[in-house]
């Protein structure tokens, strides 16, 4: 079977068998008998995750042999019914590679086949990252945890996602920031209460909420200089037991992006001052809870240039314009560990032009080794050049 074939065939079986994130047991025993068929060294770390080692056999230079590039695919699928009438259509009701992680997948284990075959011409490491629970955002920092990074030290790390607004093999890419920070909060004003009849002799929490939601939105127009690339927004709010009966406690959650660390930290200080001033003029109390999902993914200068000359041996280059205000937790490695995320093309007509998480979505299979070797080609000039 040539390599092109049995791409597809991986990634038609990942597909047909998805799983959720922490739960993808089968997939990451499927990763591994892969591996195992090259003769590709790997282990299962943080559960469900993989990692694999391929030594590179050039010849003895303590130098270069002490570079080790890392490949991150994500492996986890979503909560999606899968409405495409496929041969390798999900076997599993409610549950879908809707996010094309069955074929980031597919192309690192293609980039580890084709470089197990030539490990003659490099010297250094590359690890294999398989990644569970991306899509929950902390898959990442699992996976740190657990030593990915370590033993050898990871030098430089690449990324990699198929991107159905891109034609097929098309490498996409963005200097700098390319994703937002993805963070969460959830707010608590309570000690109100009363007779809806008689509101001047009660506290009327969810008029407090509504002065408090409206300050928030302005935070972005009027506290933050225009230029800066930031989305305050309320996606839930709770509160009150019946239509007579002033609400005794409110509650509000929401979602904060931005693209880069000084914004990061700033918005939660302002949301909290903001709270706390109208919660005290309405003499109620409150509760601030913000979480912090995911960090801006803000790529590297020096490793995305190597991307750039590598790839453009194999494909196309595309630099994006604009980042994203999508969150990806492989910005978490990068807080570590020098590097890059990019984007390959995997449309080729509408059928293959639905955006992730749609229950329609799949991918021109041609992507899959023309992403490897884009991989291949990148771990090369890498381990050339450091």
């Not at 919660?279 to 999902?293: C, E, G, Q, S, V």
Request: net charge positive; proline share 4%; glycine share 8%.
């Amino acid at each position: 079977m040539d390599l092109n074939s049995e791409l597809i065939k991986i990634r038609r079986t990942i597909h047909q068998y998805p799983e959720l994130g922490c739960k993808e047991y089968r997939t990451s025993e499927f990763i591994r008998k892969v591996l195992d068929r090259y003769n590709i060294c790997n282990k299962s770390v943080n559960k469900t995750g993989v990692v694999g080692i391929l030594k590179g056999k050039l010849g003895h230079n303590n130098e270069t042999e002490q570079h080790c590039i890392a490949l991150r695919a994500d492996i986890d699928a979503l909560p999606v019914d899968e409405q495409n009438n496929k041969p390798y259509k999900s076997k599993y009701r409610n549950i879908m590679h809707a996010c094309g992680h069955d074929a980031n997948t597919t192309i690192v284990l293609g980039a580890a086949i084709l470089l197990s075959r030539i490990s003659e011409q490099f010297n250094g490491t590359v690890k294999f990252i398989f990644q569970p629970n991306e899509e929950s955002a902390d898959g990442a920092q699992g996976m740190i945890k657990s030593g990915v990074l370590k033993k050898p030290d990871v030098t430089a790390i690449v990324g990699i996602h198929v991107n159905s607004q891109l034609s097929t093999g098309i490498v996409g890419i963005k200097y700098g920031e390319m994703m937002s920070a993805v963070d969460k909060f959830e707010v608590d004003v309570f000690g109100g209460g009363g007779h809806a009849a008689y509101p001047h002799q009660g506290k009327d929490t969810i008029l407090c909420v509504t002065e408090i939601i409206n300050s928030i939105h302005t935070i972005v127009s009027r506290k933050i200089d225009p230029v800066e690339p930031v989305v305050i927004s309320i996606t839930t709010i709770n509160g009150g037991t019946r239509f007579n009966i002033l609400a005794e406690k409110v509650n509000f959650t929401g979602t904060v992006r931005t693209l880069n660390e000084r914004m990061h930290k700033f918005i939660p200080k302002i949301m909290f001052r903001t709270i706390n001033d109208i919660t005290k003029r309405h003499n109620l109390k409150f509760n601030f809870k913000y979480d912090i999902l995911g960090y801006p993914l803000i790529n590297v200068r020096s490793i995305l240039d190597i991307c750039v000359s590598a790839a453009k041996k194999v494909s196309k280059i595309k630099i994006l314009d604009k980042p994203s205000m999508g969150g990806e937790d492989f910005a978490e490695y990068l807080r570590y560990v020098p590097g890059c995320f990019i984007y390959i093309g995997s449309r080729k007509d509408n059928n293959t032009g639905y955006p992730w998480h749609h229950p329609k979505f799949d991918i021109d299979e041609t992507v899959l080794l023309k992403g490897a070797e884009v991989l291949k080609e990148i771990v090369l000039e890498y381990l050339k050049f450091n």
